[in-house]
């Protein structure tokens, strides 16, 4: 059963940094794209911030390129996502996301509040 922890988050101040790490587990083989994804207050839908396949180039959202890394080691199977310069457009619930196969699954989700 795969599971994934997400830590860090929380109340920020605008222009500072936050780092997100996430560890996964329940794969013998580790696990293809991980990722992070951010639900804006007020938003249903969740978008992707940044992901990184097991081999290869991150992508990133227009929105965060520039502030964001996102890297990973696949031998502890953890990802993390380092954001600079934050601002209030940067608050809501970011989500852990890892894609093993035909499969995607999800953390619980950790707050992150920018405030000004």
């Known amino acids: 059963q795969v599971q994934l922890v997400e830590s860090g988050g929380g109340l920020v101040q605008a222009g500072g940094s936050l780092r997100l790490s996430c560890a996964a587990s329940g794969s013998v083989f580790g696990f293809d794209a991980m990722g992070w994804a951010r639900q804006a207050p007020g938003k249903e839908q969740r978008a992707m911030v940044a992901?990184?396949?097991?081999?290869?180039?991150?992508n990133y959202a227009d929105s965060v390129k520039g502030r964001a890394t996102i890297s990973r080691d696949n031998a502890a199977n953890t990802v993390l996502l380092q954001m600079n310069g934050l601002n209030s457009e940067d608050t809501g619930i970011y989500y852990c996301?890892?894609?093993?196969?035909?499969?995607?699954?999800w953390g619980q989700g950790t707050p992150v509040v920018v405030s000004s």
């Open positions: 996301t890892v894609q093993l196969g035909r499969n995607t699954y």
């Open positions: 992901s990184i396949p097991s081999a290869g180039n991150p």
